[in-house]
Nanobody, 120 residues
Framework: EVQLVESGGGSVQPGGSLRLSCAAS????????MSWVRQPPRKEDEWVST????????AYADFAQGRFTISRDNGKNTLFLQMNNLKTEDTAVYYC?????????????RGQGTQVTVSS
């Protein structure tokens, strides 16, 4: 079955860090441009970051720049999002999905998401 499974979320205090993972099955991540998107409470999806299919290019939303890092382990067929210096406004469900900043938010192919809660 083709699927994406996100994990690594949790509850942290402001300033904390989390590393999200997106494991793919029957789907070769290294041949797709992949993105992380998030859905904050009671808001629409937001694009977070993109990694090009060849792994050479990354892009970040303004709120993620300098704090988040997207990466991929081809051997494990897993996409990552390292999130540092987390803020309360980063609270959201995070999803990985194929596509870039213009297409990822509308892509219905994604996992169940992983909840990130940042609060003091």
């Amino acid at each position: 079955e083709v699927q994406l499974v996100e994990s690594g979320g949790g509850s942290v205090q402001p300033g904390g860090s989390l590393r999200l993972s997106c494991a793919a099955s029957e789907f070769n991540l290294s041949t797709y441009t992949m993105s992380w998107v998030r859905q904050p409470p009671r808001k629409e999806d937001e694009w977070v970051s993109t990694l090009s299919w060849d792994g050479r290019t990354t892009a970040y939303a303004d709120f993620a720049q300098g704090r988040f890092t997207i990466s991929r382990d081809n051997g494990k067929n897993t996409l990552f999002l390292q999130m540092n210096n987390l803020k309360t406004e980063d609270t959201a469900v995070y999803y990985c999905t194929p596509g870039d900043r213009s297409s990822a938010r509308s892509n219905a192919f994604r996992g169940q998401g992983t909840q990130v809660t940042v609060s003091s």
